[in-house]
């Protein structure tokens, strides 16, 4: 009933930047998109997805991986079903599968950076960082 959509993946050298977008296109009626936290994460194949960053119903209250902070920005606009993470500065230790994902419980007091809580997660969008 939930479809979430990652895009905006793609090759960029060292320092470069990159937006990815995430499009939740079928919203349950029970669930809206506004009700429930979003979030991003990564993975390298043979590792565990690693938390990138999550952000409230609202977009008020955001959350950070170590790895990440002071250089991604996560936001979102409800009245599009989109959440974006903008990507500054990018390394070639950022390189990895992102995925983004939703809660489904329609109640989300605070975001959390922890794969547990969300259970409908997109398809992935490659981003590569290399010369």
């Known amino acids: 009933e939930v479809q979430v959509v990652e895009s905006g993946g793609g090759s960029v050298p060292p320092g470069g930047s990159l937006r990815l977008s995430c499009t939740i296109e079928?919203?349950?009626?029970?669930?809206?998109?506004?009700?429930?936290?979003m979030g991003w994460f990564r993975q390298v194949s043979g590792e565990a997805r690693e938390g990138v960053a999550a952000i409230g119903i609202d977009g008020r209250e955001t959350l950070y991986g170590d790895a990440v902070k002071g250089r991604f920005t996560i936001s979102r606009d409800n009245a599009k079903n989109t959440v974006y993470l903008q990507m500054t500065s990018l390394k070639p230790e950022d390189t990895a599968m992102y995925y983004c994902a939703t809660t489904n419980t329609g109640y989300c007091d605070h975001p959390l950076l922890n794969r547990l809580v969300f259970a409908d997660w997109g398809q992935g969008t490659q981003v590569t960082v290399s010369s």
């Open positions: 079928e919203v349950d009626l029970w669930f809206p998109f506004s009700r429930n936290c």
